[in-house]
């Protein structure tokens, strides 16, 4: 009965100080019967404590309500063991009677790192809780003083005796469990197999969360068995269970633990935040880095829920941490295909194409440098470019090319490419286009011949290049396909062939050493002269200029066209052509229309003379040498009327005297002093007019005409009338002649 008074009296001193007084009790003790309220008391808390451990927690807010009761009552006893401890720490026991009582099934958790652990009470101090702190032990003996002060007997999980320790460095505990202590950490399971616990009867609790998950650690139990177990939640606080310590692994916060990847990913989303850290202070924003591939060398799983990748470049900068929905997982560090649809031109020769992303090249840059291809998708790499896939106008791929090494095009033209090229159009039968829809501007007969500027041209999909023309005035002519035109080595021009013999009919002309203009000479010195042109360039800047020659063959500059006169071919002074000539005289080469007509000579009237065997006229068959070749032009469509408006003396028509005097004032001519020098010269061609002038030297002087046969320049053939008829026969005169005319057809 006295032990349970000194068991009442201590009870209500330690959990009422503030109420109650030591006489109270006292007092209480001397005038009621105190055992039989000290043991109703302790059966009544016994049965409570009982009753609390064997109740798992199965929900959430049971583990929560304990939680928070716990940490209640853990804060209102560390206080009150605090205040306690420093009063005893270096207090003796007292040396008054202590009373034992041994208990079952208690257990206590260290709260107090400063207290003594005695091997004997009142005797032998064996150390301090500091080694014990936190730690849950099972008590098998509760001693009291005749002070009130209450000792604890510790055992450990071997069940070896660890000391006596003054209960207020001590919590009691519900089961071998220990007391909940506030942990508020943030941890994750080791692997999907651990088990997690319903309750400390070791029940396996149903559902598990996934092992890369990010739990919370909001409390923790230091269980007798000398293991750890953290009680945990997800992000939805919903409580998931016991876990032993071991059996997770504890990350720096709510970030979770970084888990190591080596994959890459493109930025497919805009307008997510790149984080600097966890703090959330944000680094960059993905709308900045769309479309990039990065490599992602680790992530966190965060117990928001969401996944975080760790982002690098290509050259190992550290981009951040974004979330995992911004990006797409792509196969490879060229990120993923991305639809493109356009046309580029190759403007770098150094850029080669490649079959794949390990740098096999496919083609050389040098041999697609200027086409222009079709996009149709697009790789943004991890090193920094893009690259685009090509394709050519029949669908045949070309291979992967850095975005540098090309030029954007607004259609299928491709880019426009600078130039400053020169050329003259020499095809009349081209559109020029006023755009790539194929308007047509214009025909490229009104530019034939003439010099024009390419300020740029497209390498177009259809194979084809198109120039853009300007003339000197700056005026747009529109697009030629390039086949319709020579590039010409400067303003000049290209080169015109011609074999022409003109004269200089003005004065104060520079001739030209260059089109740089590095004079040469003067036409004052070349007035009245004949000379070569033996080619020609139609310039820039609208003049054309002849490049002249001697008698010797010596060149004598460039000079502008507008000085020289020239004299044309008789074809074109008589308004046929050299075709309608020869055609008409081949057709009756052999068939005797001409050939057998009888020589017949001059009379006033030239009709007379002009009568061919073949179609003779009111006079009967007879011919002059004169009225043969009058005949024959006539024929084949020359107009007479240039002969005889220019000479019409006795004869009209039918006078060679006529024809020397029209056409050497006409037409362009050659002088030689004999047959031989003639047939030598490589200038005769058939159909040319020969005229033999008279030697009027000699007695009875008369010309000779006739028309040059022969296959070619020395080939000494000769279609003419003579006597006694018409005949192809060698060069000859029956009359001596003074100097030999070659008239070109």
Known sequence: ????????????????????????VQKTIDTHKGSEIVQSSMTSESTTETSSTSNSE??????????????????????????????????????????????????????????????????????????????????????????GKIYYLLFDKDDKKIGYVLKEALKEAEGAQGIWQKNDQFVSLNDNNIQIYQNFDWKIKEGRPAKDETLHAKGVYSHLNGNKYFSIYNKDNKWLGYVEEKNVSIAA????????????????????????????TEKNNTTNLFNQTLHVKGYYNHFNGSIYYSLYDGNG?????????????????????????????????????YSNFNWQVRHNGTSLVNRTFKVTGRYEHLNGSTYYSLYDNNNKWYGYINKKGVK?????????????????????????????????KKSSSALQNKTYQVKGFYKHMNGDTYYSLYDNKGTWQGYLNATGAKVAPGKQGIWFGMNKQGTIAKSGYTTWQNFNWQKKGSTNSMLNKKYRV???YNHFNGDTYFSLYDNSGKWHGYLNSSAVRFKTTVSDYMGTTPDRVLNNLKRHEHDGFYVGTPFRGLSYDAAYSMSPRGRSNGYGPGMNCTGFVAY????????????????????????????????????????FGTIGQLLSSGKAKKGDIIYLEADFSKPGPDPHIGIFWGDYSSHNRFFHATWPATKISEIYSYTPYSKVYLFSL
């Open 317 to 353: 900068n550290w981009k951040g941490y974004v979330n995992k929905n911004a990006v797409t997982k792509t196969s490879g560090r060229q990120g993923p295909w991305i639809k493109t649809s356009k046309y580029v031109t190759i403007s770098n020769k150094n850029y080669s194409t």
């Open 253 to 280: 916060g709510k970030q979770g633990l970084w888990r190591k990847m080596d994959e890459y990913v493109s930025v497919t989303k805009k307008n997510y935040s790149i984080w600097q850290n966890f703090g959330w």
């Open 534 to 536: 033996g080619g020609y």
């Open 632 to 671: 024959a032009y006539q024929d084949g469509g020359a107009n007479l009327n240039k002969i005889t408006q220019v000479a019409n003396a006795w004869g009209g028509a039918a006078n060679a005297y006529n024809w020397r005097d029209a056409l050497t004032k006409n037409t362009d001519y050659e002088t």
């Open 408 to 440: 954007e095009g607004s259609g299928r033209q491709g880019a426009y490419i600078p130039s400053k090229d020169f050329v003259t159009v020499t095809k009349g039968n081209y559109s020029v286009w006023q755009n790539f829809n194929w308007k047509k």
């Open 1 to 24: 009965m006295k032990k349970n008074v000194v068991k009442l009296s201590a009870f209500l001193l330690l959990m009422f100080p503030s109420l109650v007084s030591a006489e109270t």
């Open 58 to 147: 199965s929900e959430s807010i049971s583990e929560t309500s304990s939680s928070s009761l716990e940490e209640s009552t853990s804060s209102s006893t560390t206080d009150t063991s605090t205040t306690e401890t420093t009063d005893s720490s270096g207090e003796q026991p007292d040396e008054d009677e202590i009373s034992f009582e041994a208990v079952e099934n208690k257990f206590i958790t260290v709260i107090n790192k400063e207290e003594h652990i005695w091997k004997e009470i009142n005797k032998e101090t064996i150390g301090t809780t500091e080694s014990l702190f936190n730690r849950t032990f099972s008590v098998k003996e509760i001693a009291t003083t005749k002070k």
